[in-house]
């Protein structure tokens, strides 16, 4: 932040969705929304703000008018439609714009880029050196790494202490149809499920995949397997946690082969003691110790895979999860875990 600017200011943040608005990002009672501790990250951090005298809401009380006299610092989450209009009401300061999502999911945030360093002081990517998407008219200089932000610090107890686990594999994800092909692993994952489904060693969980009139399985990857994942598919489920911790593995692939794109699926699997059997980000060792996960990448086919990993030992699970919690608990977990008050200047 600008060095001249006054220290006591009013917090401003646009969700990723209106559906958080009247400062429901912050509501850890709604059960629906928070769902499995999603937004425990932003009421920590607006619990810390408060403690430093500071106060956030969500960016509708500013575009509402309600702070127009006031010292106002606004962040984004990935609306796009909102910042030229507090810029030219100078009603705040564009302190950071925030893009969680990969370009496969949300590509028009990539290609505004120029437009977004151009206004805010900083922007926050997976990664700063054009990995999955342009820097083309890009300030570069404004460009800042994203740790993406999770819940808890330690692994979840009750679900990490099960011992009762199925020797198979578990996914978790619901159906979707990529905007963008360029480095999706949706397609990958479906192909690994139908791989694994002639084993008997997967079952899927996840919203949508027996829609098969939806437009998020109107692609080709969906139905050339369609059989095969109806044979698996389990149905949704009301927590991701007690239902991973009921199996030794997770097959865990990141949306996108990005670098840094590193999200909430990898740590999820370490909360509940699940060894993530893991394909996404290039460079996750850089960020994650190799022995918390199965790099997928080691082998040729999911068939090795899972002729591996069938018969690895107990003693051998149990020191990777113990791994797991560990790096949550240390400093490298730290960087993820603290996020948010990193991106806020809300450093202790």
């Known amino acids: 932040m600008s060095a001249n600017l006054p220290q006591t200011r009013n917090l401003f943040i646009d969700p990723p969705y209106r559906d958080y608005y009247g400062d429901r990002l912050f509501d850890v009672a709604d059960a629906n ?32 008018g309600e702070y127009a006299e006031e010292t106002n610092d606004y962040y984004s989450l990935g609306l796009l439609d909102n910042f030229k ?40 990517v997976h990664n ?35 011992q009762e686990r199925l020797q198979r594999v578990v996914v978790i994800n619901g159906n979707h149809n990529p905007r963008s092909r360029r480095g999706e692993l949706y397609s990958t994952r479906i192909e690994a499920m139908a791989s694994l489904a002639k084993f008997g060693a997967v079952d899927l969980f ?26 698996i598919y389990r149905g949704a ?39 993530p059997l893991y394909l996404g980000a290039p460079d996750i060792s850089k960020f994650v110790p190799e022995d918390v996960y199965v790099d997928c990448r080691k082998f040729s086919s999911w068939e090795a895979m899972w002729e591996a990993v069938k018969v690895m030992s107990e ?22 875990y603290n996020s ?4 806020f200047e809300l450093r202790k």
Request: proline share 5%.
């Open 237 to 275: 489920c009301p927590s991701k946690f007690e239902v991973l911790s009921r199996y030794k593995f997770c097959l865990c692939f990141e949306n996108m082969a990005m670098d840094g794109y590193i999200t909430e699926k990898l740590f999820d699997c370490l909360y509940t003691g699940t060894i």
């Open 33 to 64: 929304l928070n769902r499995d501790g999603t937004l425990q990250p932003f009421f920590r951090m607006r619990e810390q703000a408060a403690n430093q005298g500071k106060q956030i809401q969500t960016a509708d009380f500013l575009l509402q």
């Open 206 to 231: 996840g919203r949508g995949w027996h829609e098969w009139w939806s437009p998020k399985s109107m692609w080709l990857p969906y139905w050339r397997h369609r059989q095969a994942l109806m044979s």
């Open 128 to 162: 700063t050196h054009g990995d999955g998407y342009s820097l083309e008219g890009v300030e570069s200089s404004k460009l800042r790494k994203l740790y993406w932000p999770i819940p808890f610090s330690n692994v979840l107890e009750t679900f990490w202490n099960n």
């Open 85 to 124: 209009k507090v810029a030219s009401e100078k009603c705040a300061y564009l302190a950071a714009f925030i893009i969680m999502e990969p370009p496969v999911v949300a590509p028009k945030l990539y290609k505004a880029l120029p437009a977004l360093t151009a206004a805010f002081d900083r922007v926050y």
């Open 340 to 343: 948010l008050e990193e991106i």
């Open 315 to 336: 003693d051998q699970i149990e020191e990777m999860r113990l791994t797991g919690r560990d790096f949550l608990a240390g400093e490298a977990g730290r960087r993820f």
